[in-house]
């Protein structure tokens, strides 16, 4: 039984990259060039496969939620397109309608992976960028300070805690 174990996970990784860049050639077609793209996307796909399907490292830790992820990539494109039209809206003017200053919100996620995704995701936002954290407390940067960027804010921390359930009270088995 030990013998095979240093194999197991070496065949499962190959597994994956195969079964990647077989999905690649049907939805691309057999042009080398395409395997520039092709390439990285299935070794990230692969990666990001087997992270979310490993079993969580501490108790009481959940595991990303892939059905979570897949809900929050349309919403990350759309909000990416919002954030860059809104902000080129605001800055082609004649008159720039800024008024940056900042806003504090108080977190409810405790996942620390979770936390970073939406630290970084604050940025998809219309004109906002995450700035400091501090204990539960995230600095955001507003480019118009007078909105109030809480009913936003909430609902992607909403999103984020899909893909990353908070972990169980209950003892680890």
């Known amino acids: 039984m ?37 390439l990285p996307t299935v070794l990230f796909a692969s990666w990001a496969s087997l992270r979310l399907s490993a ?42 309608r800024i008024e940056p200053g900042f806003q504090q919100y108080r977190l409810s996620l405790r996942n620390p992976l979770a936390r970073v995704v939406l630290l970084d995701s604050i940025s998809l936002l219309p004109g906002t960028l995450s700035a400091d954290l501090r204990d539960d407390i995230i600095e955001v940067h507003a480019l118009g300070a007078s909105s109030d960027l809480e009913p936003a804010l909430q609902r992607l921390e909403r999103r984020i805690s899909r893909i990353f359930p908070e972990p169980s009270q209950e003892p680890y088995q």
Not at 20 to 36: E, H, Q, S, T
Not at 80 to 91: E, F, I, L, P
């Open 55 to 96: 079993k969580p490292q501490r108790p009481g830790e959940a595991r990303p939620s892939l059905w979570g992820l897949l809900r929050f990539l349309p919403f990350f494109a759309l909000e990416s397109v919002r954030g860059g039209v809104d902000v080129a809206a605001r800055v082609m003017r004649p008159r720039l």
């Open 2 to 38: 030990s013998a095979s174990l240093p194999i197991r996970q070496p065949l499962r990784v190959l597994g994956h990259v195969l079964s990647y860049a077989a999905l690649w050639l049907v939805l691309a077609g057999a042009d080398p060039l395409g395997w520039i793209i092709g």
